[in-house]
C-alpha cells in the first residue's frame, strides 16, 4: 500500500531540542510525533509511505520520501492519505484519493466554534471522542519506546507535563497544589507559544518546591519522564487521548489523573488512581508506590505501542479504499492543534 500522510511540522519532531523558558511552535507534549511515528512503523510493515512535512532535519527511515508540498505528489500513484488538517481533505476529494481524517481533540474543548454532526468517515483516538459524534471508529494514540527511558528507580518528584499555553485547563495549579500537600517536589515541564502564557506558567510556579524547568525535548525529556515518582495530569478539559499519559508509561511512570473525557479508557488500577478531587488526588499520592513501574511499561508495550497504532490505522485505511473517496465532518474548529 501506498499511503499519503501529511503534518505541519518540520521533520522529524525527535530531533528537535529543548526551548526551555522561551516560546516554541511544539511544546513538550504535542502529539505531531504521533505522525512520525506512524510514518516510521509503515515503512517497518513494508508499506510506502509519502510524508508531507513542513521541512526536515535528518534523513527518514527507508520506505518513507518526504516531500514539502502537495504540489510534489503524483496522486494518482497514491492508494489512501491519512490527514488531520481540513485543507488536505479538500485537496484529497478533488484528486479522487480516498483519505482518512482524524480527530485529536473535540473542537469544542478550546473552540467556540460550532461543529456539524461526525459521520463515519472520521477516525478518532478515543471511544469518548467517537461516542461524541456517534461513530465507532477509534485508534488510539501509541508511542515509540525507542524515544524513551524505562527505571524503575524512581526519583522524590513529581511531573507535570504540558503545554503551558492551557496552563488552567491543564490544572497546572492543581498539581501545584497536590505536590505540595504530597509533600512532593513538583517539576512542571511544557512550553508555549506566546511570551503571555510562558510569563503566567512562570508567576504560577514561582513558590518553594516547585520548578519551572519549560520545554523540555529529547534527552532531558526521557530522563525526567523515567525519573519522576508520577505524572499529575489533573486536567479540568475532557482529554481526548493524552500523549503525556502514554510518555509516562512506557517509561514506568504511574499516572495521577482526573477521569476527564478518554482519560478513564488509559488509567486503570494497575497503573495510576482517576480522581475527582484535588483531595483525593493527595490520598492517591501517599499509595503511588502500590504502583509496580513494570505494570506501567507493560501496559504501554501492550496497548500503546506505536505499531498497534499503525496496525489499526491500516484497517481504517482499508475500509476507506473500499469505501471509496470519504467526506469528513470537520470544520475550521478541528485545526486546533492535536496535543
Known sequence: MRVLLTAGHVYPMSALRSAGRTVTAFPSGSGQRLQDWNAKALAELGHEVVYCVAGHRAAPPPGVVLVDSLD????????????FKPADERVFAEAGVPYISVLHIHP?????????????????????????????????????PSEYLYSASKGDYFLFMA?????????LDVAIDVAARAGRRLVVAGGARSDAALENAIR??????????????????????????????????????????????ISGTPVLATPRGGTPELVSEDVGFLCETADEMVAAAARIGEIDPRACRARALRDFHYQRMTRDYLREYEAAIAGGACRSFTSPAAQTSIQ
Not at 510534489?72 to 490527514?83: G, K, M, S, Y
Not at 503545554?163 to 490544572?171: C, H, L, T, V
Open 204 to 249: 504560577l510556579c514561582d513558590r518553594p518546591d516547585v520548578d519551572f524547568v519549560g520545554d523540555v525535548q529529547g534527552p532531558q525529556k526521557r530522563w525526567l519522564l523515567a525519573g519522576a515518582k508520577a505524572l499529575l495530569h489533573p486536567s479540568r478539559d475532557p482529554e481526548a487521548c493524552p500523549l503525556t499519559i502514554m510518555e509516562a508509561f
Open 108 to 144: 469544542k474543548v478550546r473552540c467556540a466554534l460550532n461543529v456539524q454532526e461526525g459521520t463515519n468517515d472520521t477516525v478518532y483516538v478515543s471511544r469518548w471522542l467517537a461516542q461524541a459524534f456517534g461513530s465507532t471508529r477509534v485508534v488510539y494514540n501509541g508511542v515509540d
Open 72 to 83: 510534489r505528489v503524483d496522486f494518482a500513484r497514491i492508494d489512501v492519505a491519512h490527514t
Open 163 to 171: 503545554s503551558m499555553d492551557w496552563a488552567e485547563d491543564k490544572g
